[in-house]
């Protein structure tokens, strides 16, 4: 049995529905991401977990208490969940010190000491402690925030996008350090945000949601190459889709014959690549030569960015083409090194590396 | 790159400086608050030509020790129980399902529409024997407790409810939630409107005299009136002035330097309201209370004595005649008020500084006077070294303007705010003259700010009684004074048309003040 179970959540807010039945499984010290374009319902999931809202049905177990089912249900206060919010809603009449111990019994032994400890968990200096919100950037109040709420212990961490305020440097170092921070200190989390890129590099398990429910739950490696449908692969990063005939483990398709990573017979499917599986290389002489299997490519455009570069290229050849108007319209479009621009015009080898993932 | 900022410093500071504010305006602005200054000057004056050793005999006596018991006991009953109940009564309309929430709050407003001592009129006909510190705490906390609802209730609404959501995600239960969090973040609020509560409690005159209370103020009056300018009177106006600056120093100091702002950034998010349930019916009690204590009363009691009085009461050119003068003395007031507000609302906000902001001090300080004490100073002024301007036009409105500044300049400032400074530039780049470019933008986009300024200063006029009384040129009678002295002669029928009127003319602006709370939190 596992340590956080919700079975068939639903919530609605008068004629919008806003989780349609929710199930998911979370192992104990994991980090779960949930990730959904705005207005899909995570923030709801998150209030139900926390306490602040009553599912309409469902049931919500934690470490097997019953927290949420039918008319029982346990208040936000005595579930012993933590949560650091968006924008970290720190107590502005309290002091630093006086926000991280907020949760703490008044009297409790070594307060200051737990206090000045939490502080410096979270990586903050200890001056800090006597000032007050407004007087810290964005990223101390996010610290101060999680510090507030692992001072009461808790058996799971609730981030609700709290790295969405930071800027984007400050970002990617926040969500490293928070967690490392966490995983040390063997606290379950769930983590919600927008942002793809944030809930694949954050998690052990991943959770696509999309207007109340989720499309897929797997690991990050699972869901960016495997995703089960066009809609998840594109959130989740570009994605090339493409028709393609497959047979004995490959697919034949306007980028020649791939190998793809599903052994069911099927006649015509739909395959995904991710850009950077497509590989160009540049050719020594002008114009196509060698084997006719090799496929070649014109450079229609090219956007230099500095590290990297996004080049849309078009093919000139096709050796088994399955649906042929459908490719000449449509370049592709690939990000490459910035260092490795090609110019406009170019004609460049084009090769694909791993296998493609046959989409449902 | 260093060398080069140091270089540019000066270039930009020179630039500011270059743009000065009108040195007319700063003059205005100095020649307004130094007239603010006028009556807290004459009470030195007058004790200094009275002679200190004197003057302290005269402060120093038993009737001031009780007069100073009696205003403590009644702030000290009073703000508490109009704080209780305006949280009470905010928590119940702003954060339940209370049914009719919005009517409910509307009606805890309406109470302001009704001056206080028309209040204690209906409270003292309806139960003779009804007198003392009781009914003054009592009548005091209905007509009062408006003055901290619309703060409170404002505030409540806008708090960020992510705030209550982290501290019971921290093991608080909704009892602790409120303490610790909520009731923290409303401290300016209450402080801000204790001090409104507590400055009116000192100034107001006519409620106290109907339940036979002595205060500084009632005390003040009847001296003047029994020894005209005596010393004595001014010296009581001064313990009253030390009252008050007491209050606004204690107000200061509770609350403190704390910000209470949301601290992150985006919308906050609308918090669904708390369920009363079984706590419906009991909850709905407090506020039907509250409305039939505070609106009930005193319409009923107007309703009855009007219908009492017939006809014979409604000598319609005397009370035409009032209205008459009671609207022009408001409208000339209110007029006056604003345009004397001009010169430190343009300066707080287009050039804040330090001569702006002790200006704006003193403003608020001496506005925070009791209108007796204003009153006192004109008129010995007047009869000793103006004689001509004594009970004249021109000292009443003087008078009015002084006492209602503060009402005027907030107004002022919030809309001389949202009128931007570029559009002034603009104006002037275009080729207007300074003058002729405020006119054009500023004055023209702040014109409905400065008329709300206006409306609330005249509102005040027209329920103003303590200095109308002792300034009014001869012949003046306005509502106020009608009605004080009808039931002054027990003529409570012939009263109850002027308390009437008073009370409809106060009805829009009260709604208005309404509204205006409800969008200053943004909904």
Redesign the interface.
Known sequence: MSFLDLTALTRSYGPVRALAGIDLSIEPGSRTAIVGPSGCGKTTLL?LI????APDSGRIVLAGETLADGAAFV?????????V??????????SIADNIG??MARREVHRDARIAELAYIVGLDKTILKR???ELSGGQ?QRV?LA??M??KPRLM?LDEPFS?LDTGLRSSMRKAVAELLENAGITTILVTHDQAEALSFADQVAVMREGAFSQVGTPQDLYFRPKNRMVAEFLGDAIVLPARIAGGFAQCSLGRIAVDSADLQDTARIMLRPEQVLLKRTSSEGMSGTPDMLFAEVTDMEFAGAVCTVAVRLLNNPDPPDAAAIGSSPLILKKPGIEAPAIGEVVRVGVTGKAHVLA | MTAAADKAAPVTFNAARSHRPMPWMAAAALLVSALALVPLAFIFWIAARTGWAESYRLIVRPRVGELLVNTALLALLTVPICAVLSIALAWLTERTDLPGARLWSLLAVAPLAIPAFVHSYAWVTMLPGFHGLPAGVLISVIAYFPFLYLPVAASLRRL?P??E??????????SR?FL??VL??L?LAICGGSLLVGLHLLAEYGLFVFVRFDTFTTAIVDQFQSTFNGPAATMLAGVLVACCLALLAFEMLVRGE?????????AARLR?PSRLGRMTLPALALPVLVAILSLGVPLVVISRWLIAGGTAVWKLDEIGLALGQTLFLALAGGLLATVAGIPIAWLSIRAPGKLQRVLEGLNYTVGALPGVVVALALVTITVTVMLPLYQTLATILIAYALMFLPRAIISLRASIAQAPIELERAASGLGRPPIRALWATTIRLSAPGAAAGMALAALGITNELTATQMLAPNGVRTLALAFWNFSGEIDYAAAAPYAAIMVLLSLPLTFLLYTQSKRMAGR
């Open positions: 209030r926390a306490g602040f809202e208040p936000a206060h005595r579930r012993g969940i933590g949560l919010a968006q924008d970290g809603a720190l107590f502005p009449h309290l907020f949760g007050r919100p407004h109040q925030a507030r709420a001072a009461c609730l305020a | 960020d992510a705030l959501d982290a501290a019971a995600s921290l093991g608080l239960g909704p939630v610790r969090v923290p973040q401290r704390e910000r209470y702002a949301r601290v992150g950034s985006g669904p």
